[in-house]
């Protein structure tokens, strides 16, 4: 209501019903932050993605940009304005942003709690061994040691699935069109940085 959306939970959640019924994944957009957020209601979100059985959810941080109702309503609650302007800045596939925006009762931890307890609990997060310390001490940091442990053997069977996928896909490759090829596609996508999901 407060970023005058316009539809209620209720109609989301009846589209979401209607697009698992009709054999299409589901894939949840979320904001971080929005007017009046916090810890406790990200967990609702994360509640709500489970409960429609969302196939992939993704989440980002709310920039508040100048002219939006949501930039006036910060303004008018004594929020703390960093950024408006999303970070050039190249963080890995598990990083979260800074966030643009703090409040009194949704602090930047607070935020960056919310991003990884959401990463962690939707099995978002691409698992890779040289990560594993990060994610690790980025659970104990902000204390999502059960969100952390939840997520272990989902992130490990979803990268090991997404890893066969991309064996299959370049093998595929190598038999139609032989290695040259195959090693083109490669370094082009490692030049362009694009991600296996």
Known sequence: ???NKGEFLEQIEKACRLVKKNGIKLFLSFVIG????????TKASIRFARRVKADRVGFNPIIPYRGTDARRWFEENNAILYNEISSSEKISYFECEEPYVETADFTKDDR???YYMFGFMMN???FTIGGFPRMLAIARKYGLYREFFYYLPRGLLRTAKRNLRFANHALKIFQKEGFSELFRRYKARNRLKMPVN
């Not at 929005?34 to 209601?41: A, F, S, T």
């Open 1 to 3: 209501k407060l970023i």
């Open 34 to 41: 929005l007017p009046n957020d916090n810890v406790e209601r």
């Open 112 to 114: 960056k709690k919310a």
């Open 124 to 126: 978002h997060f691409i």
